[in-house]
């Protein structure tokens, strides 16, 4: 009998159920499915692995499967497409949506040090959409501040131990908690996408 080393299989899975599919190999891979909301258990015996288009799964050396069982969480129809086998299967194929930037940012923008008041949450850099990063450091030799929201507060954000950076891929508003008694001053530096 001759192997098969690539084979693919549509799959219906309905709503809130579970299909069988008896399929040999030792890689399996899901190029797309109707909703990313599925679970696979590989064999009888094995547990429910949460799983998504594009994701590949290779068995250790010398192990195979028989049987792969798909499992809809999704709550309506789902429909997916698997490819398995023996060896590699790689789809390298890649689907840009949305607001992607490729470009590489063109100016650092250096900032006036931000004061934070003492026990207070204070703005250090509004929302720009231009911004790529944001580059924060503490100033201060004592005090670990929390950087967020405008909700950071003494349990909310990341903390940023005394005289440390933290750097954030935002263009969103960026916010500083101290918690000590006195002000605290951050250096705040920013890279942007040229206008």
Do not use: C, H
């Amino acid at each position: 009998m001759d192997t098969e080393y690539l084979s693919t299989l549509v799959r219906v899975i309905p709503a809130d159920s579970e299909v069988v599919a008896n399929v040999t190999g030792d890689f399996l891979t899901f190029t797309s499915a109707t909703s990313s909301l599925f679970d696979i258990a590989i064999g009888d015996q094995s547990s429910w692995v949460p799983f998504d288009a594009g994701v590949r799964y290779r068995l250790p050396v010398g192990v195979q499967f028989n049987k792969v069982r798909l499992r809809d969480r999704s709550g309506a129809t789902n429909t997916v497409l698997m490819y398995y086998g023996f060896g590699e299967f790689r789809d390298n194929r890649v689907t840009l949506a949305g607001g992607v930037r490729a470009d590489v940012p063109g100016r650092l923008e250096d900032v006036a040090d931000v004061s934070l008041a003492a026990g207070a949450t204070t703005l250090i850099a509004a929302a720009d959409t231009l911004r790529r990063e944001i580059i924060i450091t503490n100033l201060s030799s004592t005090e670990t501040l929390r950087i967020g929201s405008a909700s950071a507060g003494a349990a909310r954000g990341t903390p940023l131990l005394p005289n440390g950076t933290l750097v954030l891929e935002t263009a969103a508003a960026v916010y500083g908690y101290n918690p000590g008694a006195g002000a605290v001053l951050v250096a705040v530096n920013s890279t942007e996408f040229a206008s």
